[in-house]
């Protein structure tokens, strides 16, 4: 229907997820401004006119400062990235949409359980896999379709030349592991571990991230990274465990359980 339209259904998804973006910019940005300016700023009010605060059904008819400038941050982050400039000038605007985007998420899911992120985890590994080596839809979609959905990273410098400027990591890379990698904090706040579970996992994200970066320059072919940093993670978790001596605790531990103790 969009098509037949004349609308191009990449481009609506481009801007939503832009639009999405602004927003996810001034939910993150918020808690960070007041870590660093005065206590006077967060607490500073912006009077609306009174249709507006009609219109919102805001009572007192009033916004916070910081919350107004993060959201201004936001919305300029967008106009930034869809200005007629190069992608190669403003990637840094688009991995920061991105990065936002990935906060919220990581803010407001969670797994649930050891069990679920595994098998989550698993899943997606084989998904990756296939559709990386066992198709080009992977690929055509993560440099053909463009929006800040994804981290782009600026190529060495060589002598053969790229069909795209630029390394990628998708959302999907960074959110799905960071899920199963913030669970392990509360893992570690409940088991009262000997070896902390959330710096393990989080040491080997890095480190699965690290050699999916290298195949992938050595390679010169993209790179499923959910190969490398699934097993990374999950298979970093179950050691831990294991040295912990509380592998059994591990595996059957989910958040309703801790709740309810």
């Known amino acids: 229907f969009l098509i037949k339209a004349g609308l191009d259904p990449t481009s609506l998804y481009a801007v939503a ?15 960070i401004l007041r870590n660093v300016l005065p206590q006077s700023f967060a607490e500073t009010e912006v009077a609306m006119p009174k249709k507006v605060a009609d219109r919102l059904e805001l009572y007192p008819p009033s916004l916070p400062l910081d919350g107004l400038t993060t959201l201004a941050l936001g919305l300029a982050a967008t106009a930034i990235y869809w200005s007629p400039i190069a992608l190669e000038s403003k ?25 679920t992120g595994a098998i989550l985890l698993l899943g997606l590994f084989c998904y990756d896999i296939f559709f990386v080596f066992g198709s080009d839809i992977m690929m055509t979609v993560a440099t053909k379709v463009e929006a800040p959905v994804k981290f782009l990273y600026t190529a060495p410098p060589s002598d053969t030349p790229r ?21 392990m904090s509360k ?23 690290a050699v999916c970066f290298a195949v992938n320059e050595i390679t010169g072919a993209g790179q499923p990274a959910l190969l490398y940093l699934d097993p990374a993670c999950v298979g970093t978790a179950l050691a831990v465990g294991a040295a912990n001596g509380q592998l059994k605790q591990l595996w059957i531990f989910g958040e309703e359980e801790e709740e309810s103790e």
């Open 91 to 115: 990637y840094l605007v688009s991995n920061a949409l991105a990065w936002a985007l990935a906060m919220t998420s990581l803010a407001s899911i969670s797994l649930g359980s050891f069990q």
């Open 17 to 31: 997820v832009s639009l999405f973006g602004a927003l996810a910019i001034s939910d993150v940005g918020v808690p």
């Open 163 to 183: 069909d795209y400027p630029f390394s990628v990591l998708g959302l999907g890379d960074v959110v799905v592991p960071g899920l199963f990698v913030r669970f």
């Open 187 to 209: 893992i570690d706040e409940a088991l009262f571990p000997t070896y902390s579970y959330f710096t393990a996992t989080t040491a080997a994200y890095a480190a699965g991230l």
